[in-house]
C-alpha cells in the first residue's frame, strides 16, 4: 500500500486541512505522543486513494500544491505504519531530546546520500518496503530493493 507523509510546518495547514478531505484516512504522527497538540507542525500519514494506489504517484492536483512530501510504499496498515514511524520521532543526544525530522525530505536526501544506516530501520524493514521524497520537485527514491541488499534476514 502507499501513503503520502505530510509536513504542516511546510506545506502549510491549509493544505493538510485539504489534504484531509481527499484521503479518507489519516494519521498524525505526533498523535499518543508529548506533542500530540502541536497541529500546525505535525507530520500527517494519508493512505492514498485507490487510483494513486496503482500509479504509486499522487493525483496532479494534489502533488502541484505540496511543496514536499514523501510517499512511503508498506504492506503495513496505516495504523500500525505509524506506530512504526512514531519511534522515530524523537532522537535523545547528551541527555536532551530533539526532533528527528525523517520526514522532512531534505533529512532523508542527507541520510539517503551519507547511507545512514537509519534509513534502513525507518524505510527498508519489514515494516516497510521503501520511499519516495520529493522536496520543492526534486525527487529522492530509495528502492525496496537497494534497502534489502543492505539487510540481512529480510
Same mark, same amino acid.
Do not use: P, W
Given at each position: 500500500m502507499n501513503y503520502l507523509l505530510a509536513d504542516t510546518a511546510v506545506n502549510g495547514e491549509?493544505? #493538510?486541512?485539504? @489534504?484531509k478531505q481527499q484521503f479518507t484516512a489519516c494519521r498524525s504522527l505526533f498523535e499518543g505522543t508529548a506533542d500530540e497538540g502541536l497541529d500546525a507542525v505535525a507530520p500527517y500519514l494519508f493512505h492514498m486513494p485507490p487510483d494513486a494506489q496503482n500509479s504509486g504517484q499522487l493525483p496532479e492536483e494534489i502533488r502541484a500544491? @505540496? *511543496?514536499?512530501? =514523501?510517499? #512511503? !510504499?508498506?504492506l503495513l496498515t496505516l %495504523? !500500525?505504519?505509524a506506530r512504526h514511524l512514531?519511534?522515530? #520521532?524523537?532522537? =535523545? %543526544? $547528551?541527555?536532551r531530546t530533539y526532533y528527528f525530522r525523517f520526514w522532512d525530505p531534505a533529512v532523508l536526501k542527507v541520510m539517503n546520500e551519507r547511507n545512514d544506516p537509519l534509513m534502513m530501520e525507518i *524505510?527498508?524493514?519489514? %515494516? /516497510? /518496503?521503501?520511499?519516495?521524497? =520529493?522536496? $520543492? $520537485?526534486? %525527487? #529522492?527514491? =530509495?528502492?525496496?530493493d537497494k534497502l534489502l541488499e543492505k539487510s540481512s534476514g529480510l
Open positions: 491549509y493544505m #493538510i486541512h485539504m @489534504l500544491q @505540496l *511543496f514536499s512530501y =514523501v510517499i #512511503i !510504499d508498506s %495504523e !500500525d505504519l512514531g519511534k522515530f #520521532i524523537y532522537k =535523545v %543526544e $547528551n541527555g *524505510f527498508g524493514s519489514k %515494516e /516497510t /518496503t521503501g520511499c519516495m521524497a =520529493v522536496h $520543492n $520537485n526534486i %525527487e #529522492i527514491r =530509495v528502492k525496496a
